[in-house]
C-alpha cells in the first residue's frame, strides 16, 4: 500500500479535530440538572474512534487528550493522561482488533472498561488531591458514559466508512 | 502444524515496532512524574495548569455563547408567557421591600451613630469584580467553575465569590484572564458560618453533591431550627462575614445538611470580592454592593 498523503493524513485528523470539539463543549457550562448527563468524552472517543479508526487516534493522542481532559475537568494533572494512553493500548492491542465482536460484546466490554475507569481515576483522585469525591456521583457518571457509548459507536463507525481505507 | 501457525501469527501481530514502545514507555514516564509533581503541588505544574486554562479561555468562551443564548432564550420565552403573573407578583413583592427599605434605612441610621459612638473601625474594604462563568468541570470529579476574571482584573487565589444570591465558593487557581472557583460543594471546601438565629460556629464542608454538610458545630447539644440561615463568619478573615450560604435543610444521623441559596452551579455572573488593606480612619457602614447585573463587565 501507498504511504498516506497529506489530504489522507489531513482527513484523518477530522474525527480527532471533531474529538478535541467536544471535549471543550463538554466543559461548558450547563445548568445544575442537565450536568451530570455530560459523558466522559475522551475515554468514549478511545473507545470507539480508538478502536475503529486507529489512524486517527493515536496513543500518543489519546495520551494529549487525556491531559487535556485533565485540565479541564480539574483532575489531577496526568492521571486521565495515564488512563486514556492505557485503554487506548487495549482497544488498539492487534489481537484485540482483529477479534470479531458483535456490538452488544463491544458495548459490555466499554461498560466494564469505562467502570473501571472511572474507579481508577477516583483512587487516584483520592490520593492526590487527598479527597475523594463522593462514589455514587463518580458511579453514575461512568454509567452516563456508558449509555452514551452506541452513540459515539455509530458516529465513529459512519467516520470510518467515509474515511479512505488505511492499514 | 496449524497451531504453530496461529502461534507465529499471534506473535508477530502483537510485537510492536521498538519506536512505538519506546514512545508508550516514554509516555508513561511522562504520566507518571505528572502524577507525582501533582501529588507535591509542583508550582511549575500549577503555573502550566494556569496557562493551559488561559489558552482555552477563548475556545471556551466562544463554546459557551450558544448555550448562553439559549437559556437566555429559554428564559425569555417563559417570562414572556408568565408576565401577567409575575407583575402581580412583583408588585405584592416591591411592597414587602418597600416596608423593609425604610426598616432597612432606619436602622443603618442608628447603626451608624453607635459605630460612631464606639470608634469602631472595620476590617477591611472590599470592591468587586464580575465576571462571566465559561466552563464547568463535570460533577463527578471536583465541582468547580471557569471564571472569564484573574489576575489582570485584580483575582487572587482564596477570594471569596458570591452570586446575587449569596457565597458560591472561593477562587482557587487564579491565571491572568481566567480563575478556577472551587464551589462549596466540592467534596474539599470548607468555610466557617455561624448560624443566623442561634449564632452557633461551625464549619461548612462540601459533600461533592448539592447539599452541604455543617460540622465541629460549636454546640453539638443545641439543636437547630429547620429553615434557619446560615452567613459567614469573619472567622480566619479569609471570607467577610454576613454573605448569605443557606439554610439548614434536615438532620441526618452524621449531622445537620444545608441548602444552599440556589444550585451553586447555576449562576451565569459571579463576583469575585476582593479585599482591601484595614483604613487609615474609622469609616461608616459599608455601602451595600450595587446589584450584580449592573456590574458585568462588556467583555
Redesign the interface.
Known amino acids: 500500500m501507498n504511504a498516506p498523503t497529506l489530504y489522507d493524513r489531513l482527513l484523518y485528523a477530522v474525527p480527532a479535530l471533531l474529538a478535541l470539539?467536544l471535549l471543550?463543549?463538554?466543559?461548558?457550562?450547563?445548568?445544575?440538572q442537565y450536568?451530570?448527563l455530560?459523558p466522559?468524552v475522551v475515554w468514549l472517543c478511545t473507545l470507539t474512534i480508538g478502536a475503529l479508526v486507529p489512524a486517527s487516534w493515536p496513543?500518543?493522542f489519546a495520551?494529549a487528550a487525556g491531559?487535556?481532559a485533565d485540565?479541564?475537568?480539574?483532575?489531577?494533572?496526568?492521571?486521565q493522561?495515564?488512563l486514556s494512553?492505557f485503554l487506548s493500548?487495549y482497544v488498539q492491542?492487534?489481537?484485540r482488533r482483529?477479534a470479531h465482536q458483535l456490538f452488544p460484546m463491544r458495548w459490555a466490554e466499554a461498560a466494564l472498561l469505562l467502570m473501571l475507569g472511572?474507579l481508577l481515576?477516583?483512587v487516584?483522585?483520592g490520593?492526590?488531591?487527598h479527597?475523594?469525591?463522593?462514589l455514587?456521583?463518580?458511579l453514575?457518571?461512568?454509567g452516563v458514559s456508558v449509555l452514551w457509548f452506541p452513540v459515539f459507536y455509530a458516529a465513529s463507525r459512519q467516520l470510518s466508512k467515509l474515511l479512505p481505507a488505511r492499514s | 502444524m496449524s497451531r504453530e501457525r496461529y502461534e507465529y501469527a499471534a506473535s508477530r501481530s502483537t510485537a510492536r515496532p521498538a519506536n512505538q514502545r519506546m514512545v508508550v514507555a516514554l509516555l508513561v514516564l511522562t504520566g507518571l512524574t505528572l502524577l507525582a509533581l501533582s501529588r507535591a503541588q509542583h508550582p511549575t505544574l500549577v503555573n502550566l495548569r494556569l496557562q493551559m486554562l488561559d489558552l482555552l479561555r477563548p475556545a471556551m468562551q466562544v463554546a459557551s455563547q450558544p448555550v448562553t443564548a439559549t437559556r437566555k432564550l429559554a428564559a425569555t420565552t417563559g417570562e414572556v408567557l408568565d408576565t401577567a403573573e409575575q407583575n402581580r407578583r412583583l408588585r405584592a413583592e416591591n411592597e414587602t421591600l418597600r416596608h423593609w427599605q425604610s426598616v432597612a434605612q432606619a436602622m443603618k441610621a442608628e447603626n451608624d451613630a453607635l459605630r460612631k459612638l464606639m470608634g469602631y473601625r472595620p476590617l477591611e474594604h472590599a470592591s468587586y469584580v464580575t465576571a462571566r462563568v465559561i466552563g464547568q468541570s463535570p460533577a463527578s470529579f471536583g465541582q468547580s467553575l471557569t471564571i472569564n476574571a484573574g489576575a489582570a482584573e485584580g483575582v487572587a487565589p482564596l477570594q471569596p465569590v458570591t452570586d446575587a444570591y449569596g457565597l458560591v465558593g472561593r477562587t482557587i487557581e487564579v491565571a491572568p484572564h481566567s480563575s478556577r472557583v472551587m464551589l462549596l460543594s466540592d467534596a474539599g471546601s470548607r468555610v466557617p458560618v455561624v448560624m443566623g438565629q442561634s449564632r452557633q460556629r461551625a464549619i461548612l464542608m462540601g459533600t461533592g453533591e448539592e447539599l452541604l454538610r455543617l460540622s465541629f458545630l460549636s454546640s453539638e447539644t443545641t439543636p437547630l431550627k429547620l429553615g434557619e440561615p446560615v452567613v459567614t463568619t469573619q472567622e480566619g478573615e479569609l471570607i467577610p462575614g454576613g454573605i448569605a450560604v443557606g439554610s439548614v435543610f434536615k438532620k441526618d444521623k452524621a449531622g445537620y445538611l444545608i441548602k444552599p441559596m440556589r444550585p451553586l452551579a447555576q449562576a451565569e455572573y459571579l463576583r469575585v470580592i476582593i479585599r482591601t488593606q484595614k483604613p487609615e480612619a474609622p469609616t461608616t457602614t459599608p455601602q451595600a454592593p450595587p446589584p450584580i447585573a449592573a456590574t458585568i463587565p462588556v467583555r
Open positions: 470539539m471543550i463543549l463538554s466543559a461548558i457550562p450547563l445548568s445544575w450536568g451530570p455530560t466522559h496513543v500518543a495520551f491531559l487535556l485540565m479541564l475537568y480539574d483532575t489531577p494533572l496526568g492521571a493522561a495515564l494512553l493500548l492491542h492487534p489481537l482483529n472511572h481515576l477516583w487516584l483522585t490520593i492526590i488531591f479527597q475523594r469525591p463522593p455514587r456521583g463518580v453514575i457518571g461512568a
